[in-house]
């Protein structure tokens, strides 16, 4: 599956965005989706992993009460509802879809691209 990730820009700490991750194929609904993000000089990190169905979600943390991960599978897409952004939530943000594991611990398989959020104070 290739997976194709947009929807990032630039946005003032408070505001929102939605990213979404656009897949090919006709096996998206065999993939658990999740997002990643990379912060400038740090390690990626796990955001929230969506369940098949899209009936199951899994935050981080520091992500789950301002996070929203969905899926739509008649539309082969991935979602990141991101609201009262913060500067510390720079960062080029990735999707990803994997057959293995579930939460910070799922295994990818594929990675997309990544879209850069800037949050600016």
């Known amino acids: 599956v290739q997976l194709q990730a947009f929807g990032g820009g630039l946005v003032q700490a408070g505001g929102s965005l939605r990213l979404s991750c656009a897949a090919s194929g006709r096996t998206f609904t065999s993939y658990t989706m999740a997002w990643f993000r990379q912060a400038p000089g740090k390690e990626r990190e796990f955001v929230v992993s969506?369940?098949?169905?899209?009936?199951?979600?899994y935050y981080a943390d520091a992500m789950k009460d301002r996070f929203t991960g969905s899926r739509d599978n008649a539309k082969n897409t991935a979602y990141l509802q991101m609201n009262s952004l913060k500067p510390e939530d720079t960062a080029v943000y990735y999707c990803a879809a994997s057959t293995r594991g579930w939460g910070p611990r799922i295994l990818v398989d594929y990675w997309g691209q990544g879209t850069q959020v800037t949050v600016s104070s």
């Open positions: 969506i369940s098949r169905s899209g009936g199951t979600t």
